[in-house]
């Protein structure tokens, strides 16, 4: 019995897994290397229907397992809700048979991943590991990158380390356990899910499933183990970290109004991209917008895109302009950050409008012209403060407006959510009667809310706990960390939603692109509120043509982590 020998376990070895394969069977490590590798194969770019082709692949090895050819009910596959590449995820569930037990611990892992168009005139090798191994050392590596080739300790390819080696984990672990459920007390909910390099279709589908899945079937949720990906998070980081809790994140975006005019007489025009390049200024990589909570500190905003918004060439400058930012979250809500965006909106537009008058000055000194104060006047508005300002004057006729042209705009598939909201704001902008300049402050898609498992309640504890204990279990030889906050932005946050609905309230009323071409479970998101832990293989280089994995943590120790976890969970 596997947990009968977890429990008895007091070897000394950080090749735990090792002894704890049966039967003369293949070990456990070995088993996921070789599943790891299997599902590398599949070359599963996120939009694509290479998705289509890992979700066959782990359905059928699903299927394959005994557990699952006595249970077909057990395993399914789940459609992504209007999905135009027709994706789905594969959902299996496990069903202790020791005593009766409503516990019920959910797994998840995403089998897509990004491109590998990076893997420039090898792109062949990109998802063959072993081949690939070959081929790297033909080509001048990054020197940690040869060390480690060298080492033959690695595994190299596009997903093994962004996530398959973490999906392998989770199927063997599954499997093992299948083969004496009668021993095993408690369940467990997987889902293999995709599109988590792009808009986390797979995810958002799977979370109603969850909800649907616990009243159907009674589960009581204790908490979601993900094993995505641990990477260093300095030069020549020798920790090892487990995660309980993400990272969340917004996108604050502006949409800028400024003054056209004639490029022979620039002090009549107001260039928006003078406001932008000053709000970024203020924000791009400022810790003071950072989260600092239990001395972790998120990563500070920066600017994911920057453009005016002038199509053609002529010797006008451009009226309008956009800007948005990833703005990670440890604890701010999106009320809060709202706020902490619009305060530093109005003091970068202020300083712009002090900066033309200073230099406008020293213009009609130089040329003798008299000089008058510029006409500009800094203001910055939520997208819910103008769109009731222009309410104001139309009523309902605005409305009867944009519902209209968000139809329209639905229509074209080539428009994305973010420029879904920035057209329908420049939309209710062009309406108003007030034509000066001005900023406007909303929320672009998407938002990922953040999980702080601070013990806050008998779930929390009970992970906190079981991590812990999972860690200190056995001397593995790593100086493993634990840390609150998961740093990459995955689908763990979307287990959880803010309970107030004031809060809320901001981040929708904010986000035009919100109800139409962007969507959130958040009424399941709420109500499941589970804590959450990431507890992934360790390798490096992420989305890189370097991506590797470690092998010796990746296959050994961290699936022990994992397996020991929901045991402690279940208990």
């Known amino acids: 019995m596997l947990s009968k020998k977890i429990e008895n376990l007091t070897v000394d070895s950080t090749n735990v897994l090792s002894v704890l ?6 070990t456990l490590s070995k088993k996921i290397e070789n599943l790891t590798v299997d599902l590398t194969n599949i070359l599963s770019v996120v939009g694509t229907s290479g998705e289509i082709d890992a979700s066959n692949k782990i359905y059928e090895v699903f299927a394959g397992m005994p557990y699952y050819k006595e249970h077909p009910e057990l395993l399914s596959f789940l459609d992504f809700e209007d999905d135009l590449v027709n994706r789905k995820n594969v959902v299996a569930i496990v069903k202790g048979e ?9 797994l998840i892992g995403h089998s897509d991943t990004v491109g590998i168009s990076d893997y420039s005139g090898f792109e062949e090798y990109a998802t063959k590991p072993y081949e690939l191994a070959e081929k790297l050392k033909e080509l001048k590596l990054p020197a940690d990158a040869k060390e480690d080739l060298d080492s033959g300790n690695w595994l190299f390819g596009r997903g093994i380390f962004d996530m398959k080696c973490g999906v392998a984990t989770i199927m063997t672990i599954m499997e093992d356990i299948t083969k004496n459920i009668s021993e095993f007390e408690g369940n ?9 390099e792009g808009s986390s279709g797979g995810m958002l589908a799977f979370v109603p499933e969850l909800v649907r899945l616990q009243e159907k079937h009674g589960f009581e949720y204790q908490a979601v183990v993900d094993t995505d990906y641990m990477a260093p998070r300095y030069e020549n980081d020798e920790q090892k970290y487990i995660y309980v809790g993400t990272v969340g994140k917004l996108m604050p975006s502006f949409y800028v109004v400024g003054k056209e005019t004639h490029v022979g007489q620039p002090y009549k025009g107001l260039d928006p991209n003078l406001i932008t390049s000053a709000i970024i200024t203020e924000v791009d990589k400022n810790i003071e917008y950072s989260d600092v909570v239990d001395k972790e500190v998120s990563l500070p905003p920066i600017t994911l895109r920057n453009r005016d918004l002038k199509e053609e060439y002529s010797v006008q400058i451009p009226k309008t302009a956009n800007l948005y930012f990833n703005y990670a979250t440890h604890i701010s809500t999106p009320d809060m950050v709202l706020q902490k965006m619009k305060t530093a909106a109005q003091g970068a537009f202020e300083g712009v409008v002090d900066l033309l008058n200073d230099r406008y000055i020293d213009f009609c000194a130089s040329s003798k012209f008299p000089h008058t104060k510029l006409p500009w006047v800094p203001r910055v508005l939520t997208y819910d403060e103008l769109y009731q300002l222009v309410h104001a004057e139309m009523g309902e006729k605005l409305e009867v407006i944009i519902e209209k042209y968000k139809n329209e705009l639905l229509g074209k598939e080539e428009i994305d959510e973010r420029d879904f909201g920035l057209k329908i704001i420049e939309k209710v902008q062009s309406l108003w009667s007030d034509k000066d300049p001005v900023v406007i402050l909303y929320y672009s ?11 806050s309640n008998d779930k929390e504890i009970a992970l906190l706990e079981s991590v812990s204990k999972a ?6 030889g790593y100086n493993v960390i634990n840390k609150k906050f998961y740093p990459y932005i995955s689908d763990l946050s979307f287990v959880s939603a803010p309970q107030d609905e004031k809060i809320l309230d901001t981040l929708t009323l904010n986000m035009p692109a919100f109800g139409s071409k962007y969507n959130l479970p958040i009424k399941d998101m709420q109500k499941l509120n589970l804590p959450v832990v990431n507890i992934g293989p360790f390798g490096k280089d992420a989305h890189q043509y370097t991506e590797r994995i470690e092998r010796k943590y990746s296959f050994d120790v961290a699936p022990k982590f994992v397996y020991e976890t929901l045991k402690n969970l279940l208990k």
């Open 21 to 26: 394969g049966t039967n003369g069977d293949l």
């Open 98 to 106: 020791k005593a009766p037990s409503d516990k019920t611990i959910v």
């Open 188 to 196: 467990l909910v997987f889902a293999a899910v995709g599109d988590e």
């Open 445 to 455: 898609p998407p938002y990922y809310p953040h999980i702080y498992v601070n013990g």
């Open 471 to 476: 860690v200190e279990s056995h001397d593995h």
